[in-house]
């Protein structure tokens, strides 16, 4: 594996300006995206590979049985109900109600959740597309009701993680698994195709705290309208609709985002950003203070020990 950590003063060196004084720009990206090494052997076949590497994103189809499924939506709705009761700052609800759109730190607040973060069908392929031993930058439950789930704006989230929480490289990648059927009408991810490979300036100054209000409707570090529709008129909109146990595989620097729910039909996916382990977090690369732990690992990464599951790891206990 290519495992050679940056040093400090490589990590500093600010490869992907934005916000501040800079203004709007699409500009190449500087690193691959798939990061293995020729002799790693792929745990998906090799056209997948590619697919990912030119487009920025996969959908892999049951990945999950029925059976996992089924396991992993009773966490989902005891943590859920849990989450209502609580007033933590892991508990993101919807702008203007008390409905749970996501629970940060689930690696943490659940078993059954640290032990599908470890997965060898997700954090095997994300280690080998990363070149690289694994941790969880972040973790979460993603909860879009029906009628009330809100939209996720466009955007690109190694920006936002490279400005505000100092991840240094382009070497991360989210992986969302499917806990009930994402459909074309119920606001799946929606991703802009080839976009990863530009990297993406955008204006305005961070202000403080700006995860507070990003994490219900992101303002702060969003492109232009301009600069969006030249990458949608280059590459298309694609939605990575897929039924529950699917998996969505992209890339950091992907555009992507995602309408609001106005159906009836609940979208609930278990969210989950793999950084290689060479690419720990530095100082933020704005002048705020770093994000809370539960947004972004910072003091407690350790790489994951992939692991084998089976439907019983699933279950509550």
């Not at 219900?216 to 694609?238: C, F, K, T, Y």
């Not at 705020?288 to 699933?314: C, H, M, S, W, Y």
Request: aromatic share 8%.
């Amino acid at each position: 594996m290519n495992t050679a950590t940056l040093t400090r003063e490589e990590a500093r060196v600010d490869l992907y300006p934005s916000r501040g004084s800079m203004k709007a720009d699409i500009v190449p990206r500087q690193h691959p995206s798939v990061w293995a090494t020729p002799e790693m052997k792929a745990p998906v076949d090799r056209s997948l590979i590619e697919q990912y590497e030119q487009n920025g994103f996969l959908v892999l189809r049951d990945v999950f049985t029925p059976e996992e499924v089924a396991n992993l939506q009773a966490e989902l709705e005891r943590l859920r109900h849990q989450a209502e009761r609580l007033d933590q700052p892991e508990v993101i609800t919807e702008k203007g109600s008390r409905q749970v759109r996501s629970i940060f730190k689930v690696h943490e607040l659940s078993a059954v959740f640290a032990k599908l973060a470890a997965d060898e069908r997700l954090a095997g392929l994300a280690s080998y597309l990363l070149g690289d031993q694994v941790y969880l930058h972040q973790s979460r439950m993603n909860y879009k009701p029906g009628f009330h789930g809100k939209e996720f704006y466009w955007h690109s989230d190694f920006e936002t993680w490279h400005i505000e929480d100092g991840m240094p490289l382009p070497r991360a990648l989210s992986i969302s698994v499917a806990l009930t059927d994402n459909t074309p009408h119920n606001g799946p991810l929606l991703v802009m195709p080839g976009s990863h490979k530009h990297y993406v300036v955008c204006e305005g100054e961070t202000p403080p705290e700006n995860y507070q209000m990003s994490l219900q409707a992101q303002e702060i570090g969003v492109p232009s309208d301009e600069n969006l529709a030249r990458l949608a008129a280059q590459g298309g909109l694609v939605d990575t609709a897929g039924p529950a146990g699917s998996v969505l595989i992209f890339d950091c620097n992907l555009m992507h985002g995602s309408n609001s729910n106005i159906t009836h039909l609940p979208r609930s996916n278990a969210f989950f950003v793999y950084n290689a382990l060479s690419n720990a977090l530095q100082d933020p690369f704005c002048n705020q203070p770093p994000r809370p732990e539960f947004i972004a690992t910072r003091e407690k990464f350790v790489p994951l020990t992939i692991r084998k599951n089976g439907p019983d790891d699933f279950r509550y206990t």
